[in-house]
């Protein structure tokens, strides 16, 4: 993809950013983390940080990368030559390795249940069942190692064909059909026996369950669920024209990951409660409780099947933008490079995800600080390393980049005058960096030594 290459429309714009910023975020570990830190107190402050934080940074990512019409590293260094910011570049390159490192992982469990959907071996079971098949292909190495293996080979060899061949055409299909595909597996977890129970805990915030933790996690997944604080949009809005509306387009997408994250939830909490699942099961609640429900269905194997494939094709969107940062950053433009690029980069990506696929098996007691290699490489990504980097994308953007640039940004394709602008560079500026620094200062507990 280089850098004269251009979205061909709004819409495969739309659709592509969309497709990076749900995936997994939004439909398998939003449900997972919700379920982990409370419920309805964890949506209400994944909500306000994702409306007053994320979306701030996410217009920002595309103030920057639009109107620099470079990789995630030049960006910084074109509206600060001779200067460290290009750093925050290279910190988003990082962070988007490790992540899919393990996100590929969980790419490939999806991969495995299509097969075995397709072989019949997750119908008919005893709902308490499905906890021990889930665990039982998860732990086999050959099983984890092969299935991460496929699920990176798709992913390389779509981004290799760059931006209008194949993310662009691909999303096109992949995000309108996932929508309905949610909406047909809602109406079945609704109707189930005894959900008003995993509604009121989905839905209703009992603030007894609020601590720094919940906090953390909700800041966490707010900036995983729209793919921010790793420059991932920076790379994106290059290749979008001056015509295009960023600030229509940034609500936009934050809308449809909110959408998408509250379906996910209607759909998952109902069934977990139903069924007598523990909502705190971590990582492999969606897995577990998706067949369950797909077997009270008339031809549930059959709308598993679909979902699955419709999973999985949101799943690889947000797998295309996390190569793309890393693959666009290293040719710069040179498009005689990116196929050898992305093949030496994504089996890199998947040689060190190796250890996150056998966290469930070979790996299990193989623990730091506490936590797997799964589970490090996903607190690390999630709650460190994104945070820092919207922290920075908003001190580089509310210090650094000139104003004139910015309003002219925001300004192109849309009229909204100094008044928006002037909210949201206040916001950018100030708000979104003291949230930010407050909720890791509450984390470590300095904050309440303090107040105290």
């Known amino acids: 993809m280089n850098q004269q290459e251009q979205w061909t429309s709004k819409l495969g714009f739309i659709l592509a950013t969309a497709g990076s910023a749900i995936g997994l975020g939004a439909i398998w570990k939003f449900p997972y983390i919700a379920g982990m830190s409370g419920g309805g107190v964890f949506l209400l402050i994944f909500l306000i940080f994702t409306l007053f934080i ?42 988007c390795f490790i992540l899919l490192s393990f996100y590929s992982v969980v790419g490939g469990w999806i991969l495995l249940y299509i097969g075995e959907t397709f072989a019949g071996n997750l119908s008919n079971l005893p709902e308490q069942a499905y906890g021990d098949v889930f665990n039982s292909f998860i732990s086999n190495p050959y099983y984890a190692i092969l299935s991460q293996l496929a699920f990176m080979l798709i992913t390389i060899w779509v981004v290799a064909r760059g931006v209008q061949q194949g993310i662009e055409r691909a999303s096109k299909i992949m995000m309108p059909a996932l929508f309905v595909a949610f909406i047909i597996l809602i109406i079945r977890s609704l109707t189930l026996d005894n959900v008003t129970e995993g509604l009121h805990f989905f839905l209703y915030p009992d603030f007894a369950n609020l601590n720094s933790k919940t906090i953390l996690f909700a800041l966490g997944q707010s900036f995983f669920s729209i793919s921010v604080g790793v420059s991932v949009m920076v790379t994106y809005s290059s290749y979008l024209s001056k015509q295009e509306n960023l600030p229509k387009s940034a609500l936009t997408i934050v809308l449809m990951n909110i959408f998408i994250s509250i379906l996910a939830g209607l759909a998952i909490f109902p069934a977990v409660f139903a069924f007598g699942f523990e909502p705190a099961d971590g990582p492999g609640l969606l897995f577990v409780v998706l067949p369950a429900v797909f077997d009270q269905m008339p031809f549930g194997a059959f709308f598993l099947v679909i979902f699955l494939l419709l999973f999985l094709f949101a799943t690889l969107t947000s ?11 290293i040719t710069k433009g040179d498009n005689n490079r990116r196929t050898n690029v992305t093949w030496t980069t994504g089996l890199l990506i998947f040689i060190v995800g190796i250890p996150a696929a056998l966290s469930a098996g070979m790996m299990s007691d193989f623990t730091l600080f506490d936590k797997t290699m799964f589970d490090l490489s996903d607190y690390l990504v999630s709650n460190i390393l994104m945070p820092i980097g919207a922290l920075m994308i908003a001190l580089f953007v509310g210090f650094k980049m000139p104003q004139s640039v910015l309003i002219d940004e925001i300004n192109s394709g849309s009229n909204y005058g100094r008044k928006l602008f002037a909210t949201w560079y206040l916001v950018i500026k100030y708000v979104v960096p003291i949230a930010i620094i407050i909720v890791f200062l509450d984390v470590i507990g300095v904050l309440d030594w303090i107040l105290n």
């Open 54 to 95: 994320g979306l701030p940074i996410l217009l920002a990512e595309f103030v920057i990368g639009r109107g620099s019409q470079k990789d995630a590293v030049s960006a910084y260094s074109f509206f600060a030559p001779g200067s460290n910011w290009h750093l925050i570049g290279i910190l988003g390159m990082i962070t």
């Open 319 to 329: 797998a295309f933008s996390m190569l793309e940062i890393i693959v666009a950053a």
